[in-house]
C-alpha cells in the first residue's frame, strides 16, 4: 500500500537526533497520558500540543524526530499503557502537524496503522479511536490520506474482536462525513483512487466487508457531481455476484446500485465514451461465461436483465447518432450473441425468455453497427455451430440470424458456404418440417447468389439421404426438401437438377436411386403445388414441356412404374404401352405385381384426373386404353377389378350384376 511505501522511505531517512530535554520532556508527557487521572492526562495534551507548536515556529527540523521518536520508541516497542498514550499524543497533535506541514501526518497514519494490526485487541481499539480522533480534527485537510484510511478501513470492519469492529464502524461513519464534506465543497479527492480500491475489494467473500463497500457506493452514488460510471465494468460483475449474497442488506443495495447505474447510463445517452459499451458488453460476457454453470441462476437472471435494459437504450441511441466501427462489432457483439443463443435453452424458464429477447434485441443492433465484412464474418463464424445444436429451437434462430446476415450482405457467406452446406444436408433428416423448410429457405437463397451452389445442395442432400440409416423416413424428407425446394426457388430447377444426379449416379447404385427416382416420380405426379409442371407436360406441342420430358425420362427410367406415370402425363401412350409390355418381361413377377398394383392406385390421385378423363375418348386414345388393358393382365383379376374401380371415374351399376362394374372396364369390355 502508499503507507507501506512511505514507511521504507521513513526509515531511508536520516532523522536528527533529539536534543536530551525534548526528549525528556516527550517521556514526562508520555507518563501523565498514561496516567489514571483524567486531569493529568488533560494536561498532558495540552503540553503535547504546546511541545509541537513551540518546535514548529523555532526548530521545525526536530519535529520528524519527535514524530519518529513517538513512533518507534514508544507505539512500537513499549507496553501497552505507553503504546495508547502515544496514540493519544499523536491523535491531539494531528491537526498542529496538518496545519503546518501536511507531509508530516503520513508518518502518524502509518503510526496508527500499525497499532491497528497490533496482537492486542485493546490496542488496536486504542488505535481505532485515534484514527476516528484525527478524522475529526482534520477532516478535510486529510484529503490525500483518505484513500489509506479506507484500505485498513476495510481490514478493521473484519476484526475478531467485538470492540475493534465497532471502532471500525465509527471510523467508517467519520470518514464518509470527510468524503461528503470534501465532494460537497468540489475538492479534488481521488476518486479513481477511492472507487478503484473499493472495486479491488469487492472480491471479498466475507458479508460484513461485502455491506461495507455496497454502503460506500451507495454514498458515493447519491452524490450529484460523481460519475461511476467510467468504473462500471469493473463494478457490473461484482454487483450481480453480491445479488446471490445472503444478507438482504446487500443483495438489495446491490440490486438498487444495479437499477441506479442503468438510469445513469439512459440519462447519459450518446454522450458516452466511444469505449465504454463495448467495455461493458465485453465484462457482461466474461460474466456469462465464468458463470455458465453456476447452480444458483440468480446471478444470470439479473446479469441477463441489466443486459436486456443496456441493450435497448443503447439501440434507441443508435437510432440517433452514427457509430464508430469499433472492437465492439468485430469481437465483443458475436460473442454477446454466442452466449445468447447458448442460453437460449438454459432449463430455468425466466432466463430462456431473457436470453430469447436479449437474441430479438441483438437483431436490432446488428442492424445499425454491423456492416463491414470483418464484423459479418465473425458473426458467421460464431452462428454455424449452432445449426447442429441439440435445441431445435437454437438451430431456428441460428437460421434466422445467418438470413438476416444475408439479407444485409449478400456476399458474406461466401467464405462459408461449404461449411453451412455440410452441416443443414446432415441435420435436415429427422427434423420437424418447419424448420427443414426454414433450413431450405437459407440454402434457396443461397442458391441464388452463389453459382453452382443449388447443384451442390441437391447432390449433398441425395448423399446424405443415401447414409441415412432410416432408408424409408429419409425418402419421405427427401420428397418434403424437393416439395420445399420447389416452392422457395424454381419450381423446376430442382427438379431437373435431382433427375440429372439420379442419372449420373444410378449405374453405380440402381436400387437407391431407383428408390429416389421413384420419390421424384410421386413428387412430380401428386404434389398440388407442381401443377404448372404437370401441365407444361400434358403440352408436348411446345418446346418447354418436349425439353422438360427429355430431362426427367432418362432419370424416372429407373423407377419403371414412375417412367410409364410420366408418359401418361406426357400423353406419350404409345411409349407408355410400350413399357408396360417390357415390364411384363422382367425377372421376379411378384415384385412386378406390386409397382403394377402401386401404379393403378397413383392413377387414382386428383392431379391425374385428366389422364382418367381420356379413357372416355376411344377413338383418339387407343394406346392409352391398350396401356390401361395391359396394367389389368399384369395383376391378378380381383386386384385388377377392384385398383380401375379406384380411378374415381363415374360408376354405372348394372341392376343385374351382382358387384358394380367401374365405367372404364365396362368401356374396355366393349372394345
Known amino acids: 500500500s502508499t503507507w507501506d511505501i512511505i514507511d521504507i522511505e521513513m526509515r531511508k531517512e536520516e532523522v536528527l537526533e533529539l536534543p536530551s530535554n525534548v526528549s525528556g520532556a516527550l517521556n514526562e508527557i508520555i507518563k501523565n497520558l498514561s496516567d489514571k487521572g483524567a486531569d493529568k492526562r488533560k494536561a498532558a495534551v495540552s503540553e503535547m500540543s504546546k511541545l509541537f507548536k513551540t518546535t514548529y515556529e523555532s526548530r521545525p527540523e526536530l519535529v520528524k524526530g519527535i514524530i519518529e521518536y513517538l513512533r518507534v520508541k514508544i507505539i512500537e516497542n513499549t507496553g501497552s499503557k505507553c503504546k495508547k498514550a502515544g496514540l493519544n499524543a499523536l491523535s491531539a497533535v494531528s491537526e498542529i502537524i496538518i496545519d503546518h506541514n501536511p507531509e508530516d501526518i503520513k508518518p502518524v497514519l502509518l503510526s496508527t496503522k500499525k497499532a491497528m494490526a497490533d496482537d492486542d485487541g485493546k490496542i488496536r481499539f486504542a488505535a481505532c479511536e485515534t484514527m476516528f480522533n484525527i478524522l475529526g480534527s482534520c477532516r478535510i485537510k486529510l484529503i490525500n490520506e483518505i484513500c489509506g484510511i479506507f484500505d485498513h478501513l476495510v481490514g478493521l470492519v473484519t476484526d475478531s474482536h467485538e470492540e475493534v469492529k465497532k471502532g471500525a464502524n465509527i471510523i467508517d461513519c467519520k470518514l464518509k462525513e470527510v468524503v461528503k464534506e470534501c465532494l460537497s465543497k468540489n475538492l479534488k479527492l481521488d476518486m479513481k483512487g477511492l472507487i478503484g480500491l473499493i472495486c479491488l475489494k469487492m472480491d471479498s467473500d466475507n458479508a460484513t466487508v461485502r455491506t461495507l463497500l455496497v454502503s460506500w457506493l451507495e454514498l458515493l452514488s447519491s452524490i450529484p457531481n460523481i460519475n461511476l460510471l467510467y468504473c462500471v465494468p469493473i463494478l457490473l460483475p461484482k454487483l450481480i455476484t453480491y445479488v446471490d449474497e445472503k444478507s438482504t442488506e446487500v443483495n438489495g443495495k446491490a440490486i438498487k446500485q444495479l437499477n441506479d447505474l442503468l438510469s445513469e447510463f439512459e440519462q447519459l445517452g450518446s454522450g458516452r465514451e466511444p469505449d465504454m459499451d463495448q467495455q461493458i458488453l465485453e465484462t457482461l460476457v466474461d460474466f456469462f461465461k465464468r458463470n455458465e454453470f453456476r447452480e444458483t441462476t440468480l446471478c444470470r437472471s439479473v446479469a441477463l436483465r441489466w443486459t436486456r435494459s443496456f441493450l435497448t437504450f443503447l439501440i434507441a441511441d443508435l437510432k440517433k447518432v452514427s457509430v464508430s466501427k469499433t472492437e465492439l462489432w468485430k469481437v465483443t457483439f458475436p460473442k454477446l450473441f454466442n452466449h445468447s443463443l447458448?442460453?437460449?435453452?438454459?432449463?430455468?424458464?425466466?432466463?430462456?425468455?431473457?436470453?430469447?429477447?436479449?437474441?430479438?434485441?441483438?437483431?436490432?443492433?446488428?442492424?445499425?453497427?454491423?456492416?463491414?465484412?470483418?464484423?459479418?464474418?465473425?458473426?458467421?463464424?460464431?452462428?454455424?455451430?449452432?445449426?447442429?445444436?441439440?435445441?431445435?429451437?437454437?438451430?431456428?434462430?441460428?437460421?434466422?440470424?445467418?438470413?438476416?446476415?444475408?439479407?444485409?450482405?449478400?456476399?458474406?457467406?461466401?467464405?462459408?458456404?461449404?461449411?453451412?452446406?455440410?452441416?443443414?444436408?446432415?441435420?435436415?433428416?429427422?427434423?420437424?418440417?418447419?424448420?427443414?423448410?426454414?433450413?431450405?429457405?437459407?440454402?434457396?437463397?443461397?442458391?441464388?447468389?452463389?453459382?453452382?451452389?443449388?447443384?451442390?445442395?441437391?447432390?449433398?442432400?441425395?448423399?446424405?439421404?443415401?447414409?441415412?440409416?432410416?432408408?424409408?423416413?429419409g425418402t419421405k424428407t427427401l420428397r418434403f426438401i424437393s416439395s420445399t425446394l420447389c416452392e422457395t426457388y424454381s419450381k423446376m430447377w430442382p427438379l431437373t437438377v435431382l433427375a440429372q444426379t439420379i442419372y449420373k449416379n444410378a449405374p453405380s447404385k440402381p436400387e437407391f436411386y431407383g428408390i429416389l427416382a421413384e420419390t421424384l416420380g410421386d413428387?412430380?405426379?401428386?404434389?398440388?403445388?407442381?401443377?404448372?409442371?404437370?401441365?407444361?407436360?400434358?403440352?408436348?406441342?411446345?418446346?418447354?414441356?418436349?425439353?422438360?420430358?427429355?430431362?426427367?425420362?432418362?432419370?424416372?427410367?429407373?423407377?419403371?412404374?414412375?417412367?410409364?406415370?410420366?408418359?401418361?402425363?406426357?400423353?406419350?401412350?404409345?411409349?407408355?404401352?410400350?413399357?408396360?409390355?417390357?415390364?411384363?418381361?422382367?425377372?421376379?413377377?411378384?415384385?412386378?405385381?406390386?409397382?403394377?398394383?402401386?401404379?393403378?392406385?397413383?392413377?387414382?390421385?386428383?392431379?391425374?384426373?385428366?389422364?382418367?378423363?381420356?379413357?372416355?375418348?376411344?377413338?383418339?386414345?387407343?394406346?392409352?386404353?391398350?396401356?390401361?388393358?395391359?396394367?389389368?393382365?399384369?395383376?391378378?383379376?380381383?386386384?385388377?377389378?377392384f385398383a380401375l374401380y379406384n380411378l374415381s371415374l363415374i360408376h354405372i351399376s348394372e341392376p343385374t350384376r351382382r358387384y358394380a362394374i367401374s365405367y372404364a372396364v365396362f368401356c374396355l369390355k366393349k372394345k
Request: glycine residues 2%.
Open 523 to 641: 413428387l412430380i405426379t401428386c404434389e398440388d403445388k407442381l401443377f404448372d409442371i404437370r401441365a407444361k407436360l400434358a403440352d408436348q406441342e411446345t418446346g418447354e414441356g418436349s425439353a422438360l420430358f427429355s430431362l426427367l425420362y432418362p432419370a424416372l427410367c429407373y423407377s419403371p412404374t414412375c417412367s410409364i406415370l410420366l408418359c401418361f402425363l406426357s400423353q406419350k401412350y404409345e411409349l407408355a404401352w410400350i413399357l408396360i409390355h417390357k415390364i411384363a418381361l422382367m425377372k421376379n413377377q411378384k415384385t412386378i405385381q406390386e409397382r403394377v398394383k402401386t401404379l393403378a392406385e397413383r392413377l387414382e390421385a386428383t392431379s391425374l384426373m385428366h389422364i382418367r378423363l381420356e379413357l372416355l375418348n376411344t377413338k383418339h386414345n387407343y394406346y392409352l386404353i391398350k396401356s390401361f388393358q395391359a396394367l389389368m393382365m399384369i395383376l391378378p383379376q380381383e386386384i385388377a377389378y
Open 342 to 473: 447458448a442460453l437460449i435453452n438454459d432449463s430455468n424458464p425466466e432466463i430462456e425468455e431473457l436470453a430469447t429477447v436479449i437474441n430479438g434485441l441483438c437483431k436490432d443492433l446488428v442492424s445499425y453497427v454491423v456492416s463491414d465484412a470483418d464484423s459479418l464474418k465473425k458473426l458467421i463464424d460464431t452462428t454455424i455451430p449452432f445449426l447442429q445444436h441439440k435445441s431445435t429451437k437454437t438451430m431456428s434462430i441460428a437460421v434466422d440470424w445467418l438470413l438476416l446476415v444475408l439479407q444485409l450482405q449478400p456476399q458474406s457467406l461466401a467464405h462459408a458456404t461449404d461449411d453451412i452446406l455440410r452441416i443443414v444436408t446432415k441435420t435436415l433428416f429427422g427434423l420437424e418440417n418447419h424448420l427443414v423448410k426454414k433450413m431450405l429457405i437459407l440454402l434457396s437463397n443461397m442458391s441464388k447468389i452463389y453459382s453452382e451452389f443449388f447443384e451442390k445442395t441437391i447432390a449433398s442432400i441425395v448423399h446424405e439421404c443415401e447414409i441415412n440409416k432410416d432408408l424409408i423416413n
